[in-house]
């Protein structure tokens, strides 16, 4: 995964196109280059290394102009190195290109330009993009030698429409210096705009300081961009109007502000982030409000099947929820991996409703999974945290967490935005199908509203946690246990602790620990278990016992009352529903592996081969 900015206005572009790569170095920080037009021609400085070095450069300084772009790279096709890095031009320099996406057809490209003299000086795929678009450039210049902004948008369509695969791009050449073309395929991108400056980014955050005005294109729309002036087009180049979106994400919320890393941050607003996400659509006395998703009884009575699909911790929220769904609404409810669903031929039809959950809304296999569900005939819901991101534009229908950027590469505030947002979609599917116990769904309700005060009390365990995180820090193993919804859990906080602190770790379900996984504890192994649904408590207390028998040391999270004595250490959390127990229990293993991290002198933000989002298969 890779990011993108583009700048184009009255101010030196450079600048800007730093702070929005330092912005964006969590997609991908392994090169990063800018591109700016200078006195009529193209200017490139890029390298490999990151945002920084890039900053440091002699030659950044000779970067005056007010039209720009900028990337940092996540190597896909080709080694980190300056000549892999973007942005890449053409052989005549007269275009150069910023790439986030993959051309899957960039050997049969690059083969029809060698045929046509064009010579390739990176293993990239994004280099045949600049020489296909001066391909096209070359053939209408021999037909007719005019220069306007139609023929250049008119090339890049030409050669948008031979490549294959996914893409978001920003154009700039030195023949139409006053202009930047982007457009986007199943790759983000979205558009800032001020009176005499346009922003564009691969997300919101990046560039929020400038702008809360947005524009957001659909796959193949065309943006052709002037300092103070847009205009859009579609596929076939017919002019298409477009809407602002204002977004009101608070800038500040894409800074640390005084803390020492992004995901501790976002840790810390999980209070706010519930809150916010909570809005105005639960009261204890009043039903369940999801105006953005106005289903009728008829059309739920039709449903006799959930799909929940998403990625990593995205699919752990949709794991947390399906039993609230299957409780209150009696139907049933599969949670699917979204790259195992896309290809295994599930059975969807008319009588299916699939939920898909994504902070970024990008990720290439919820997407992929969201268009097969909806061709089968599926009625599709999106659940993301980013508006009009790629999802939310595909589904049906579309309703937001609220929990602001989320920028650390590990997904904390967001996971409990989505268990709390699935857990109120249950109410409001139930509420209208009328079929749970009113009594039930009351206190469920107010439950939920008491949240964030217990989210806070549940922070008074970081200073335990950080001290037993100095003890285990250098653990080769960890083993996380739970029943039920716990489990749930245990698979979250063993994903969390793999990911920053790169500790291997494993989550069973409590009761299969004795059909195998057993063997392999032995004296001083780290078991984590979390204890909070109280029919299941004792038994997962017994699966520990027998791990304590063979010498592991244990951590416990848990809201139940339980034989402290037992365990090494001991975490206890406020008293909450089963079905809202993740949204407390996590917390916890959240800390426990950031200070593992932290211990371990690692980039917690920017854990090693990871990306916030995941935008190509
Ligand atoms: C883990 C993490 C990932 C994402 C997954 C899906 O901390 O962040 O597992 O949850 O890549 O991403 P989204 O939610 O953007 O679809």
Redesign the pocket.
């Known amino acids: 995964m890779c990011g993108i900015v583009g700048y184009i206005g009255t101010k030196k572009a450079c600048p800007i196109l730093l702070a929005g790569l330092t912005r964006l170095e969590y997609r991908g920080y392994d090169s990063a280059g800018i591109s700016t037009i200078e006195k009529d021609c193209i200017k490139i400085v890029k390298d490999k290394g990151r945002v920084k070095e890039l900053e440091n450069k002699k030659e950044i300084k000779d970067l005056q102009g007010t039209v720009g772009i900028a990337h940092t790279r996540w190597a896909t096709h080709g080694k980190p190195s300056k000549e892999n890095a973007h942005p890449h031009k053409d052989n005549s320099n007269t275009f150069s290109v910023v790439h986030n996406g993959i051309i899957e057809n960039y050997y049969d490209l690059r083969n029809l330009l060698e045929e046509n003299g064009y010579k390739f000086y990176s293993e990239t795929d994004t280099e045949v993009i600049p020489n296909l678009i001066h391909y096209y450039y070359k053939k209408e210049l021999a037909i007719n030698n005019e220069h306007t902004v139609q023929t250049f948008l008119r090339v890049v369509r030409n050669a948008c429409l031979d490549i294959k695969g996914s893409y978001a791009l920003e154009i700039i050449s030195k023949d139409f210096p006053e202009y930047m073309i982007v457009v986007r395929k199943d790759s983000p991108l979205v558009i800032g705009t001020c009176k005499d400056e346009k922003y564009i980014s691969s997300d919101i955050p990046a560039i929020l300081s400038y702008t809360r005005d947005f524009y957001f294109l659909n796959d193949l729309e065309f943006a052709v961009l002037k300092n103070d002036d847009i205009k859009f087009y579609d596929t076939n180049l017919n002019q298409i109007d477009k809407k602002i979106s204002n977004i009101e994400w608070d800038a500040m919320s894409s800074e640390k502000n005084g803390y020492e890393d992004f995901m501790l941050k976002e840790i810390y607003e999980q209070p706010t982030a519930i809150r916010e996400t909570i809005g105005s659509r639960i009261s204890v006395d009043n039903k369940c409000e999801f105006e953005e998703l106005p289903l009728t009884k008829k059309e739920l009575e039709n449903i006799d099947k959930i799909y929940i699909i998403?990625?990593?911790?995205?699919?752990h929220a949709g794991l947390a929820g399906k039993n609230v769904i299957e409780k209150l609404c009696r139907i049933p409810t599969e949670v699917d991996i979204a790259s195992e669903f896309r290809y295994r031929d599930p059975i969807i039809n008319n009588r299916t409703l699939s939920i898909f959950?994504?902070?970024?809304?990008?990720?290439a296999d919820?997407i992929a999974a969201l268009k097969l569900a909806k061709k089968s005939g599926s009625k599709t819901i999106a659940i993301s945290?980013v508006i009009g991101s790629s999802?939310t534009r595909e589904a049906d229908y579309s309703i937001y967490t609220h929990a602001g950027p989320e920028i650390a590469?590990?997904?904390?505030k967001?996971?409990t935005s989505q268990v709390i947002l699935v857990n109120m979609l249950a109410i409001y599917f139930a509420e209208i199908l009328e079929k749970s116990n009113k009594e039930e769904i009351r206190n469920l309700k107010k439950e939920i509203l008491e949240l964030p005060k217990k989210i806070g009390e549940t922070f008074n365990c970081a200073e335990r946690i950080k001290q037993f995180a100095k003890k285990i820090y250098q653990e080769k193993d960890v083993f996380f246990l739970g029943r039920g919804i716990d489990e749930t859990v245990a698979k979250e906080g063993s994903?969390?602790l793999k990911?920053i602190s790169y500790i291997h770790s494993e989550s069973y379900p409590a009761g299969e620990l004795k059909h195998g996984p057993i063997a392999l504890i032995e004296s001083g192994i780290t078991v984590i278990g979390i204890l909070t649904d109280k029919l299941l408590v004792d038994k997962t207390v017994n699966n520990i016992q027998e791990v304590i028998t063979r010498g592991a040391r244990t951590l416990i999270i848990t809201n139940q009352n339980v034989n402290y004595s037992m365990f090494d250490e001991v975490i206890i959390i406020p008293k909450v529903n089963t079905f809202l127990s993740p949204i407390l229990s996590i917390i916890p293993l959240q800390l426990l592996a950031y200070y593992i991290s932290k211990e371990k002198g690692l980039d917690v933000d920017k854990p090693r081969n990871l990306a916030?989002?995941?935008t190509v298969e």
Request: charged content about 15%; some cysteine; hydrophobic content about 35%.
């Open positions: 998403a990625c990593g911790t995205a699919m959950i994504s902070q970024s809304g990008e990720t919820t945290n999802i590469v590990a997904s904390t967001a996971y994903l969390k990911e916030k989002s995941v």
